[in-house]
């Protein structure tokens, strides 16, 4: 079988490294223009059940990500106490990776192979014989033409990133606070660094001075020594309405794009590949390789999943906006029911997974 991945990005190499994996012939096409952030101070959550489906097909991971036990949610009003955690019992919450080296993992893999087209169509890319074209490439002609249905809504607002450095401790509890500008996270990376990202309500950007004096506010437990430069990028919800074009089947941020506050981006993705890797299992085995049925198999599957999931972490977003207004007469109740009730503590915590 013969798989096309358009864009040369972190998603389609860990798809390509994982189709290699099962004996199918990859290609990674892409413009001129190089999209991958080579400096970056990013950092990728990947929770748990995804981490193990990682180590499955990816050699190395495991010397990659810290381990996070538990998340904790605070809000403006109660600082001193959380309102909820996160927990999974004898196992971890998620795995926090840098970025950058998890690209330059996938990258290592010496059967990965590249080709550079530059303004190509889907006549040029046809000709080349796929059974399958999967597209998660933002700008390319064949997104413009072909993938431009989708309910797209603006934040007005910029996501924050730096790492604080500090004095070590254990650091195995990430911390989620919504404060009245929006939501902070800590969230560890090794016992001496936390990853910092800020959502900010404003379409202000805020500098290294103004986010340290922010996180020195809601800071709980870190002795500050160094931060990191500020990374900012506009937070946007975005949903595909169709997936298809023929064998083209669009993938990754292209088909959905989330607020961050949940840190749920990448693990999407993730959950569609595991989906798509178990998609083309059963078809190869039938001894089908027809990339349209593969494609129609796949949004069947998610398409309808991927969209309630987006949606829910709006709504989530847009419930804290309104507590915070209100002052967190929601929260409080909100979350004691969460705590005592058995089921929905452990639904919860399942749901975060």
């Not at 798509?276 to 085995?285: A, G, Q, T």
């Not at 007469?329 to 452990?346: E, G, H, Q």
């Amino acid at each position: 079988m013969n798989i096309c991945l358009l864009g040369n990005n972190l998603t389609n190499l860990l798809l390509a490294n994982i189709l290699l994996k099962k004996k199918i012939n990859v290609e990674i096409i892409s413009q001129a223009k190089k999209s991958v952030l080579k400096n970056t101070i990013r950092t990728i959550a990947i929770s748990n059940e995804n981490y193990k489906f990682l180590k499955k097909y990816i050699k190395g991971i495991h010397n990659l990500g810290w381990p996070t036990e538990s998340i904790k949610i605070y809000s403006e009003k109660s600082q001193s106490s959380d309102l909820f955690e996160f927990k999974n019992k004898n196992q971890n919450n998620f795995y926090l990776l840098k970025y950058i080296e998890l690209y330059n993992l996938l990258k290592k893999n010496k059967s990965l192979k590249f080709t550079k087209l530059k303004n190509y169509s889907f006549d040029i890319i046809k000709k080349r014989n796929y059974n399958l074209i999967i597209n998660s490439e933002q700008n390319n002609p064949i997104t413009k033409k072909y993938f431009q249905k989708k309910l797209e809504k603006n934040y007005k607002s910029f996501a924050h990133t730096a790492i604080i450095n500090h004095k070590q401790i254990q650091n195995k509890i990430a911390v989620q606070i919504f404060t009245k500008n929006g939501p902070l996270a800590f969230l560890p990376l090794s016992s001496y660094q936390t990853s910092i990202v800020f959502s900010n309500d404003s379409n202000k950007i805020i500098y290294k001075r103004e986010l340290l004096e922010i996180i020195r506010k809601y800071n709980l437990k870190y002795k500050i020594n160094k931060i990191s430069n500020v990374e900012h990028f506009n937070i946007k919800f975005l949903v595909l309405r169709e997936y298809i074009f023929k064998n083209i089947l669009s993938f990754g941020d292209l088909i959905h794009k989330v607020h961050p506050l949940a840190g749920q981006g990448f693990n999407m993705t993730i959950r569609d590949i595991r989906s798509l890797s178990y998609i083309l299992d059963e078809n190869i085995k039938l001894g089908i390789e027809n990339g349209e049925i593969i494609s129609q198999k796949f949004q069947s599957k998610n398409k309808h999943l991927n969209f309630i999931y987006s949606l829910g972490i709006d709504y989530i977003n847009s419930f804290f906006k309104i507590d915070s207004k209100l002052k967190n007469s929601l929260t409080d109740p909100i979350f004691k029911i969460l705590k005592k009730n058995k089921f929905l503590n452990n639904y919860a915590t399942f749901l975060s997974n």
